[in-house]
């Protein structure tokens, strides 16, 4: 008998939970149905640590984004975890004039707002020069948000799961549940290598976690998997230069972040992602206009496919909800981005849930 039970513990959200549970003295079990972690979302995503700048004050994205990437940088630095601190300049290109600058300045002015309202350290780069001073591009203009960072995500997720095992939560990988019985105190999870009974469901499953939750009795969530498709560009950031995140500004209500340059910390220099609904491929000319935007003579040689990953969507926020007590059922929904970021705070959060709720 456990305490709790993770489902998808191999993801960045269910091995900071993992620990996070562990450490306060839970006994806590993990299932993965991969062979290993960061198969799914962790994985494939940008890497990028966000500081919650993008999101809308008051909501749970904007809250666990500025808590949890403030304790992941911190995790990172005390463990030797390589991370980039690239910071991030949403820019605004030339071809704006032409297309409507109003758009961008809109966009820059909403970005604003919400940085001040939540007290993110960011400023304005109001010239061409102080745009090259920061990344060689072609832009008009922009924010800059120096605490933003990329990590090394494996190393992070590796480091976490190694602290809960260090604590004698055992970690079951290639473990896929397949039912879920209610009992009156516990949950019985059957699984393709045995069955695991604890008193607290953790529904972090991801790109299954709106299955998960109809398996545990739970509510039926509806979901929208959006793909995200990544090139790389042939040379790195040796050859590019650019050591900056590289945002395009974004109108509200757009499906992500935008197309952006993102170095990583192996020296790599990639561009994405697109958000089409999954599983449509975007085609390779999305990237190519997407680059010639700051970089005008950038030619499809340049561009190579390099992977693609998928989120799940829920709405405009994070749903982390405690859906049934005596026994617990914590259900994760639409953790899309920015989920890595937020991670350790989702982590602090659903311990502190589960402990109320004991």
């Known amino acids: 008998m456990f305490d709790a039970c993770i489902i998808g513990g191999g993801g960045v959200v269910g091995a900071a939970i993992a620990r996070d549970l562990t450490q306060r003295g839970l006994k806590v079990i993990a299932v993965e149905k991969h062979e290993s972690a960061c198969r799914e979302t962790s994985g494939l995503n940008s890497r990028v640590v966000h500081s919650g ?10 809250e666990l984004a500025r808590e949890g990437s403030r304790l992941m940088i911190e995790y990172a630095k005390e463990r030797g975890i390589p991370f980039l601190k690239t910071g991030m300049l949403i820019a605004v ?14 966009a820059l002015w909403r970005l604003w707002r919400q940085g001040r309202k939540q007290q993110i350290p960011f400023r304005f780069i109001l010239t061409p020069g102080g745009v ?15 605490s933003v960072c990329v990590v090394e995500i494996e190393a ?15 970690y079951l990988f290639g473990t896929e549940v397949t039912a879920i019985r209610l009992k ?28 998960v939750s109809r398996m545990a009795g739970g509510p039926s ?39 952006h340059f993102g170095p ?23 990237f190519l206009q997407a680059a010639r935007k700051f970089l005008p003579d950038i030619q499809e040689q340049d561009l190579r496919s390099a992977y693609s990953g998928t989120r799940p969507k829920h709405g405009k926020d994070f749903t982390i909800s405690l859906d049934r007590t005596s026994p617990n059922l914590v259900n994760l929904i639409g953790i899309d981005s920015p989920g890595l970021s937020a991670s350790f705070g989702i982590a602090r959060r659903v311990a502190e849930m589960i402990l109320a709720a004991r």
Request: proline share 8%.
């Open 93 to 106: 290109p030339y071809g704006s004039v032409r297309a409507g600058l109003w758009k961008e300045a809109d």
């Open 221 to 259: 969530y509806e979901i929208e998997l959006i793909r995200g498709d990544y090139y790389e560009l042939i040379g790195g950031i040796d050859r590019w230069g650019i050591r900056t995140l590289v945002y395009p500004a974004m109108p509200p209500h757009s499906r992500s972040k935008g197309v």
């Open 184 to 211: 009156p105190d516990r949950y019985v999870i059957e699984t393709n290598a045995g069955t695991i009974e604890a008193r607290t469901l953790i529904n972090s499953a991801g790109l299954a976690a709106h299955e």
């Open 53 to 62: 700048f993008h999101e809308t004050p008051g909501t749970l994205k904007a």
């Open 264 to 286: 990583r910390t192996d020296g790599r220099l990639y561009i994405g992602p697109s958000a089409t609904p999954a599983p449509a491929q975007a085609d390779k000319d999305l």
């Open 132 to 146: 090259r001073r920061l990344a060689p591009i072609r832009a008009m203009g922009g924010i800059f948000i120096p």
């Open 156 to 170: 992070i997720v590796d480091s976490l799961i190694r602290e809960a095992e260090a604590g004698d939560t055992p």
